[in-house]
């Protein structure tokens, strides 16, 4: 069964930091890109940055730009989200979700973020950053 897995959630104030890990089990995120998305309350949920494991290419949403970093340990076969200088606004419930085909570096971040293009997503996991 292939499954993701999302970790390093957790309650942070304003201006701290938090890591976000991503894990497949039953499966290699070999060839995929991985996008990290947010879902806060009583919103849609929107993409926030994502990466190819093939080239290593790398997207930000402006909101995080300069914020979040995104990075993927081979290794240990986990793609990280870390999030710095919190804000209240980024308190959501973060996924990560696997994009068999990696989008064209010219694509608009709608199309970047198009959630039918990715395939396998995580159960989520709640990031909460006090004022």
């Known amino acids: 069964q292939v499954q993701l897995a999302e970790s390093g959630g957790g309650v942070v104030q304003a201006g701290g930091s938090l890591r976000l890990s991503c894990a497949p089990s039953?499966?290699?995120?070999?060839?995929?890109?991985i996008g990290w998305f947010r879902q806060a309350p009583g919103k849609q949920r929107e993409g926030v940055s994502c990466?190819?494991?093939?080239?290593?290419?790398?997207h930000y949403v402006d909101s995080v730009k300069g914020r979040f970093t995104i990075s993927r340990d081979s290794d240990k076969d986990v793609v990280y989200l870390e999030m710095n200088s919190l804000k209240p606004e980024d308190t959501a419930v973060y996924y990560c979700?696997?994009?068999?085909?990696?989008?064209?570096?010219?694509?608009?971040?709608?199309?970047?973020?198009?959630?039918?293009?990715?395939?396998?997503w995580g159960q989520g996991t709640q990031v909460t950053v006090s004022s």
């Open positions: 039953g499966f290699t995120l070999d060839y995929y890109s």
């Open positions: 979700a696997t994009r068999p085909r990696d989008p064209a570096p010219t694509l608009r971040d709608p199309e970047i973020y198009d959630e039918s293009e990715y395939d396998i």
């Open positions: 990466i190819s494991t093939s080239d290593g290419w790398t």
